[in-house]
């Protein structure tokens, strides 16, 4: 019998292994990189977490409590969620510096990192409003007179109609807006601190909040113009009022006086 003779390989025979150990290589690559990537992603958020902690131990559980549980000095912190703590903090609201009807607004002593990391670790005792995204607070494309709308409904009744801010009861009062982050006004709508009450998405949407920053940005803003010229503060018909009463009236008055002094002399003359 004839030897058969040895096959020759295919000259792209040792492309096509190539190919199959890549694929096989990409194939487990895609099978574990996922699963490191989120073990990484997960050690990283502890590790924030693990340092937010240790803030709140020092600056903040002489009176919000050890575990956020609440004191008699300051209210639970469970289920306030990251937003709250991003709002008081990035404020400089918290930490207080003594109790008392409102706590102000004050310089921040915190920085940003330092302030994501007491957020992580809050929102870690329990679920609450996350920080909001640039994206949900630009007023790009907002509808400003719509949001105009919105807040001389929800907000003018405290904030004035213009976000000028007013006194409230028993020494509490509405802030000034102009010049508020809008990300802070965001995260004041979604947790109502202090006296204000909440305005999560199921009572004003996303795109309600947007419009309502819109509108704020737009009247306080240095370029807007005032159809009824003097602006008296924004503060509304008690400083007009006010200005009636003492320059108006003042006038009035000093008109009549100098007309009975010019009507007395030519009597006497």
């Known amino acids: 019998m004839k030897k ?20 096989a290589t990409g194939g487990l690559y895609t099978a574990f990189a996922p699963a490191s990537k989120a073990k990484a992603d997960e050690s990283a958020q502890s590790l924030t977490i693990e340092e937010g902690k240790k803030l709140y131990q020092v600056g903040c559980a002489s009176c919000h409590g050890t575990g956020g ?7 639970s912190l469970v289920g306030v969620g990251a937003a709250a703590v991003d709002f008081q903090v990035g404020t400089g609201r918290m930490p207080a510096q003594q109790p008392g009807a409102q706590v102000p607004r004050k310089k921040v002593i915190y920085t940003q990192a330092e302030i994501d990391q007491l957020a992580a670790y809050i929102a870690s005792l329990g ?13 790009e494309g ?17 904030h004035n109609f ?19 982050d809008p990300k802070h006004i965001y995260e004041a709508m979604q947790t109502g601190p202090q006296n ?16 309502i920053i819109a509108y704020l940005n737009a009247v306080n ?9 003097l602006e008296l503060g924004g503060l509304g018909p008690v400083s007009e009022g006010l200005f009636a009463w003492i320059f108006g009236l003042g006038a ?10 010019r009507t007395a002399k030519a009597k006497k003359s």
């Not at 058969?4 to 694929?23: D, G, I, Q, T």
């Not at 549980?69 to 209210?75: A, E, I, R, V």
């Not at 009035?252 to 009975?260: I, R």
Request: aromatic share 4%.
């Open 127 to 139: 679920a609450g409003p996350a920080v909001p995204t640039s994206n949900q607070y630009s007023p």
């Open 221 to 229: 803003s240095d370029n807007s113009d005032n159809p009824g010229g």
């Open 142 to 158: 907002a509808d400003i007179a719509k949001g105009g709308e919105l807040f001389r409904t929800n907000c003018a009744q405290c």
């Open 252 to 261: 009035l008055v000093a008109v009549a006086v100098w007309v009975a002094a």
């Open 4 to 23: 058969l003779s040895a096959r020759r390989r295919h000259p792209l025979a040792a492309v096509v292994v190539l190919l199959l150990a890549l694929a």
């Open 162 to 180: 213009t976000g000028k801010g007013g006194a409230l009861t028993h020494g509490k009062f509405a802030p000034d807006l102009k010049g508020v």
């Open 196 to 211: 204000m009450p909440s305005f999560p998405d199921t009572t004003l949407s996303e795109k309600n909040k947007k419009d």
């Open 69 to 75: 549980q609440g004191t008699t000095d300051g209210p």
